[in-house]
């Protein structure tokens, strides 16, 4: 099923609940007259967008439901100003969730990704699945062989076993290249479906400016080294609070300042 499109008018959070009635408090959803073979958590992570992540969820809650999922969302908001780390706010809100919700299976998503095509199925891979293939934004062309970044599926053990997100990564960019290598380094392989049926459209915003490539380039370098002590193992944060809003679970985290030299 192809996907009919709301990318520029207002969406309303009743108007979402309306479409999905069965949704629980807190985002979760399970099918009513069977059992789901995949339990799946969703984790967005988010700053000042809060129109493309209704944007998103009026479009990918129906996907899911109609694909057959066990599945809670999960937005991880990093609390004021400070420089954006989004590396380290998912590897909080992917320990947080573990709390509250058993799954087999996390998607990293970002929130301004719409995909297009129910065949692009959000459950569990046997190894770890980038989903956004083909977004209109880049002409519906991968940018490069290992790119994994946009929504990426990981089996609970695969997250585990390559440490999570670097976070060292302040700013916006390759921390998703950093991740596409510690999967190689473990030996698991990047699956992706095919091009024609992983395509996304891109809600259009303000691009924020890349932080200096020069610092970033450095960082990848010594990736390889660091990820057994850098990711899940050792990410500071302050949960501030964990709210079962009307359509999902919401993170609040502190992470604190990025570093000086950032």
């Excluded at 929504?151 to 060292?168: I, R």
């Excluded at 960082?219 to 002590?229: D, E, I, P, Q, S």
Aim: charged share 25%.
């Amino acid at each position: 099923m192809l996907v009919n499109f709301n990318l520029t008018g207002e969406i309303k959070v009743n108007n979402i609940k309306l479409m999905n009635p069965a949704l629980r408090s807190g985002g979760s959803w399970k099918p009513a007259h069977c059992i789901s073979r995949h339990r799946v958590a969703i984790i967005i992570p988010y700053r000042d967008r809060h129109q493309h992540l209704l944007t998103l969820l009026y479009h990918l809650l129906p996907m899911l439901r109609r694909q057959q999922l066990d599945f809670r969302i999960f937005v991880v908001e990093q609390q004021g100003n400070e420089t954006f780390n989004k590396g380290r706010i998912m590897n909080a809100a992917f320990k947080e969730a573990l709390k509250l919700f058993t799954f087999h299976c996390c998607i990293f998503h970002d929130v301004d990704l719409i995909p297009e095509d129910d065949r692009n199925m959000y459950s569990c891979p046997e190894f770890p699945r980038h989903l956004s293939v083909a977004i209109d934004e880049m002409e519906y062309r991968l940018a490069y062989s290992i790119l994994v970044g946009g929504v990426l599926n990981f089996k609970v053990e695969h997250f585990q076993m390559v440490n999570g997100y670097s976070n060292l990564y302040w700013g916006w960019g390759a921390e998703d290249d950093d991740m596409a290598y510690r999967i190689l380094n473990k030996r698991l392989k990047i699956i992706r479906p095919p091009a024609g049926v992983a395509r996304y459209k891109m809600v259009r915003h303000q691009k924020r400016k890349p932080a200096s490539w020069a610092k970033r380039s450095k960082l990848l370098r010594t990736g390889r080294k660091r990820a057994k002590f850098d990711g899940l193992n050792n990410v500071k944060y302050k949960l501030i609070f964990s709210h079962e809003d009307a359509l999902f679970t919401h993170f609040m985290v502190d992470i604190g300042p990025a570093p000086k030299m950032i």
